[in-house]
């Protein structure tokens, strides 16, 4: 049932911010909308940017649902493209008021998690230490970030998948030869070149 509510209140959010921008949307707003009391939408949320959170969360999981290999990335960052332009007025409301941080945060968040999931499979086998796998995903998640903020900057104009192939051509083999240049195990000669 907890679900099923957090859910119709995210429903109910997005349907007004439809209508009204976020800094004008009130918790009695979205409770009436959503035909609850105040009291049940602060059971499940702390206030509204707290629902905005869950919202973000819960659509990333949604777009990333299995696609976290070196072979399908390409796929799960398209999936998030894909994701932020179905929720648009969502995300364009709430990238242009005070919470813009929260749709920042969202999209690293995502795109971490996806890029995690690459760099663990490609480094199978190889001598990398977990800091510096996280330090190549943080290399291109703010990468991919900043290009799909332009992007939601832009009005969300360009075709994702264009830009996803740009992506794919301008890394392909790169996360490979990151990992390499930062095995343990590599020979003195190698790492002095």
Known sequence: MSQTTKRALEASL???LLKKPLDKITINDIAEDCGINRMTFYYHFKD????IEWSCVEDAARAL???KTYDTWQQGFLQIFEAVLANK???MNVYH???REQVELYLYKLTFNLLIGVIEEKAAGMAVSDEDKKFIADFYKYAFVGIMLEWIRGGMKEDPKGIVEHLSI???GDITRALDNFRMDKPLSKLSK
């Open 97 to 99: 008021s005070v919470s």
């Open 89 to 91: 007025p969502f995300i």
């Open 14 to 16: 997005k349907h007004l």
């Open 48 to 51: 509204i940017y707290d629902l």
């Open 170 to 172: 301008l890394i392909h």
């Open 65 to 67: 649902e299995g696609k």
